[in-house]
């Protein structure tokens, strides 16, 4: 099955007007930005919105049974059952003849019972559960009833043109009874477990949505004081200044606020990035320096939303300020094989080293989680130290 | 010092923060800022220049945490009073409560500033090992304070080799030389348990500086320090200690 949180673009065309202001150039600080540039950038923010389908699948109970899947598993599971009912036959019978004969009978039952259910699918949906439920079980009794009579119709003209198959049923009622019966019951073991099984996947997915987003909420509260502190300073010595950082974090919360399961476009998702270290920069002025590399192709790619920008909150948090001389945060952003490649570096001293992983590894798990339930394997999180650096490497399929 | 007007030493490491507070401490009657500085260090030697009544000291700052620095100005005799300021450390807030030490939420408003630098006073070492201890940065000092005469000298505790208590004092023997500190073993040993290692009742080695440990033909094990050159005592029961440690290097 897909992953439940894959990002599915559901509109591609129009509504998404990307504009490429401002892209800071390798070794260009920031602050150098127009701010009337950086402004304007963000007034188009809001439109950028990407529709989402975090479950590809609808929310009806019964699984799609024309995918390919799903077809071998019914095949598979009929098999079984076919063996079950084939030892089950009393002693004197011979065990392979019974077994391809309940088997060929089974396979026809089945595959025509998945046709049946794969056309009608769409209109049992707009049904209510116990509806088409019943609608289901009906539907699968009716066709185990009409395959059972044509078994039956084809064996007895067979014999009427003196062609003896020892195939084919010869007591009509007990036949056709006694497959209303097993089907009656597999049919309904069956919608009983296609309903818990739903209902299971969606608490899964629930409960997957309810962490993200009580995660995703978590700026760290030493930031945002920190930068409440700075704009009640700029109120009076820079107000232009203090306008535009509450600009900024307004923005900033608004990104952590909407919907969590929302992607973002990579041109949004560095735009969030700037806007963030802009206050940061506003805040720790000469101590810190940002080195940004990001690869142009990447600027139509699709990341989840706010993947990229705790990284950064991190590398300040943990590399920068508690460094006495300030230092730089390298960010690079790559196409590699189909692959966006991210990478976050920041200082490390032994002093800093102590304490950088506590905080930090909440925030990476957290990223990790939600590459991985949109990615599954493909998306991936890696943290390399070296002798006096930290980088985080983000690794995740290219898709627009 | 003058007893109607109170002189303020403001220290933190974000420029606005400083300026901000700056501008609060002169709107307020009877309060005057003496000096300004963004680290811990640069504070120490402040106190000893300017005598401030207060100071102003954020929390998390690079270098010297603000509660390491009050640390070494509690051992100062003509010790200041000290308000901390902070934006959000969620560890230490508890024990300010519950230590009675003054602190500030930034972003400061003017009443409260006035009230807490009228009301500020001089924090125990007690207060603040207890306030220290609750905040996970600096629990563990990087500094060990000399007093000499009426100004502190700073030993980061990397050059520490090891500490030595005599009958009275404990000395504290460093690349630089050694010095004598007023502080009990027992305490060190527990604050720097990660890094040194109690060899014998009366030292405490750090774990930087060993190099080998020697035995004497009458049984005894002696220890040698990196840059010294007489060897140290090893007490009978942490032989054990001691060879399970060089043998995990």
């Keep these: 099955m897909r992953p439940a949180l894959k990002p599915q673009p559901m509109s591609k065309s129009g509504a998404i007007k990307l504009n490429d202001t401002g892209e800071i150039g390798a070794g260009e600080s920031l602050d150098r930005r127009r701010p009337g540039t950086s402004m304007n950038t963000r007034a188009t923010t809001s439109s950028r919105r990407i529709a989402f389908d975090p479950a590809p699948q609808d929310d009806f109970f019964l699984p799609d049974f024309c995918a390919a899947r799903m077809v071998l598993s019914i095949v598979l599971a009929l098999e079984l059952l076919a063996l079950t009912l084939a030892l089950a036959r009393p002693s004197g019978t011979v065990f392979l003849t019974e077994l391809a004969r309940i088997s060929l009978f089974m396979q026809w039952l089945g595959l025509t019972a998945a046709a049946a259910l794969c056309y009608s699918r769409r209109w049992l949906a707009k049904l209510s559960v116990p509806v088409a439920a019943l609608t289901a079980f009906s539907l699968l009794t009716v066709n185990v009833v009409i395959v059972s009579e044509v078994v039956f119709l084809l064996g007895r003209s067979l014999a009427e043109r003196g062609v003896i198959v020892s195939f084919f049923p010869d007591s009509h009622w007990t036949f056709l009874l006694r497959n209303v019966g097993i089907s009656a019951i597999v049919s309904i073991m069956l919608l009983r477990y296609f309903f818990v099984a739903h209902q299971w996947s969606l608490h899964v997915r629930a409960e997957a949505r309810a962490r993200i987003n009580a995660l995703q909420a978590r700026i760290r509260p030493h930031f945002f004081f920190n930068t409440m502190n700075t704009i009640a300073s700029l109120t009076r010595t820079d107000p232009s200044r203090a306008e535009e950082a509450v600009a900024d974090l307004a923005d900033l919360f608004r990104a952590t606020m909407r919907d969590s399961v929302e992607p ?91 304490f950088i992983r506590p905080g930090n590894r909440l925030a990476l798990e957290n990223i990790r989680e939600r590459l991985s339930l949109a990615y599954g394997e493909r998306g991936r999180v890696d943290v390399t130290e070296e002798e006096g650096s930290y980088t985080v490497t983000l690794r995740f399929p290219y898709e627009e | 010092m003058n007893r109607s007007e109170l002189n303020v030493l403001i220290v933190d490491d974000e420029s606005h923060a400083r300026e901000r507070l700056e501008r609060l401490v002169g709107e307020l009657p009877r309060c005057k800022v003496v000096g300004l500085c963004g680290t811990g260090l640069e504070a120490l030697d402040l106190v000893n220049e300017l005598a401030p009544s207060v100071v102003l000291l954020d929390i998390r700052m690079p270098g010297m945490s603000g509660i390491e620095a009050a640390r070494h100005l509690s051992t100062l005799s003509e010790a200041p009073a000290v308000v901390f300021t902070t934006a959000y450390d969620e560890y230490a807030m508890e024990a300010f409560d519950t230590q009675a030490v003054g602190y500030l939420l930034k972003p400061i408003r003017k009443e409260r500033l006035d009230k807490a630098l009228h009301q500020a006073a001089r924090l125990t070492a007690t207060q603040l090992k207890l306030v220290a201890a609750s905040d996970p940065e600096s629990a563990q000092r990087q500094h060990i304070a000399v007093r000499v005469r009426d100004s502190l000298r700073l030993i980061p505790v990397k050059d520490v080799q090891f500490f030595r208590a005599d009958q009275k004092y404990v000395s504290v023997y460093h690349t630089g030389g050694e010095d004598l500190i007023d502080e009990s073993l027992t305490e060190l040993t527990e604050e720097f348990s990660a890094e040194f290692l109690r060899i014998h009742r009366s030292i405490l080695v750090s774990v930087r500086y060993l190099e080998a440990v020697e035995k004497e033909r009458a049984g005894r094990h002696f220890v040698r320090i990196r840059g010294r050159e007489e060897p140290l005592p090893v007490g009978r029961r942490q032989v054990g200690n001691l060879k399970r440690l060089l043998r995990g290097r």
């Design chain 1, 264 to 354: 973002s476009r990579m041109s949004e998702e560095q735009e969030l990035c700037r806007t963030y270290l802009r206050i940061e920069k506003l805040r720790l002025g000469d101590r810190l320096t940002i080195q940004w590399q990001m690869a142009d192709a990447l600027t139509l790619g699709i990341v989840p939303s706010l993947t990229i920008q705790p990284l950064l909150e991190n590398a300040i948090h943990h590399g920068i300020e508690p460094l006495d001389g300030g230092g730089t945060v390298w960010i690079t952003g790559e196409l590699s094989d189909d692959d966006i490649v991210i990478t976050v570096t920041n200082p490390v001293t032994e002093m800093t080293g102590r």
